[in-house]
Every structure is written in C-alpha cells, then in structure tokens.
Nanobody, 123 residues
Framework: QVQVVESGGGAVQAGGSLRLSCTAS????????MGWFRQAPGKERERVSC????????DYAGSVKGRFTISRDNAKNTLYLQMNSLSPEDTAMYYC????????????????WGQGTQVTVSS
C-alpha cells in the first residue's frame, strides 16, 4: 500500500521560512518524479515545483522561483521543499505528489497524492 505523507507546515509571519518534507512508502521512490503542489481556498490546485527521479531536472513556478528550493533524498525516500521569504500569497494547502515521469508530473498526471499540509503566512 502506497503512502505519501507531508509534514512541516504551519503558521509563519511574512518573510519567514518553512521546510516541508514528504515521505513516501510502498513504492520505489527513486523511480518516481516528485512534486509539490498547492491549493488556496477558492483557487485551483497549482504546481509549485517538481523534480525528476535523479534530480537532474527541476521546475519551479514563476511565483516561487528564487525563494523555494526543492530537493530529494532517495536513500531516505523523502522529498523536501525549503520555502524562504514567504508571503501571504503563499498561504495554501501544500500537497506532495508522485508520478512515473517528470513529464507526467509537469502535466499533473499524478499517480499518488499526499493528504496535504497547511501553510499559513500572516502579514
């Protein structure tokens, strides 16, 4: 049984930082492209950042480029998202996702989703 579990969300003031983690079990983690997505109330889910199986391809949404850093540790089956210079516009539920290829996850063809972790940024 595949489980994808996010952690690290919370409440922070504008300008602060958070580090999200996502641990996946029940799948061959190193064989999956991974990504972070977010959804704010009343808005569609959007792609934040994605990383290929061996971390040789990385993509960021324009709104987070230069502030967020995605990384993965295949030995620990864990995906990370370091978020710096947070703003209230970053407030959302953040989801971890796994897909068979980098192209899949870029196009939201996700195979597994986590339950999400809430990030709230106050001004």
């Amino acid at each position: 049984q595949v489980q994808v579990v996010e952690s690290g969300g919370g409440a922070v003031q504008a300008g602060g930082s958070l580090r999200l983690s996502c641990t996946a079990s029940g799948l061959t983690f190193r064989a999956y492209a991974m990504g972070w997505f977010r959804q704010a109330p009343g808005k569609e889910r959007e792609r934040v950042s994605c990383i290929s199986e061996r971390a040789d391809s990385i993509d960021y949404a324009g709104s987070v480029k230069g502030r967020f850093t995605i990384s993965r540790d295949n030995a620990k089956n864990t995906l990370y998202l370091q978020m710096n210079s947070l703003s209230p516009e970053d407030t959302a539920m953040y989801y971890c996702a796994a897909a068979p290829t980098f192209s899949n996850i870029l196009n939201l063809a996700v195979q597994y989703w986590g339950q999400g972790t809430q990030v709230t940024v106050s001004s």
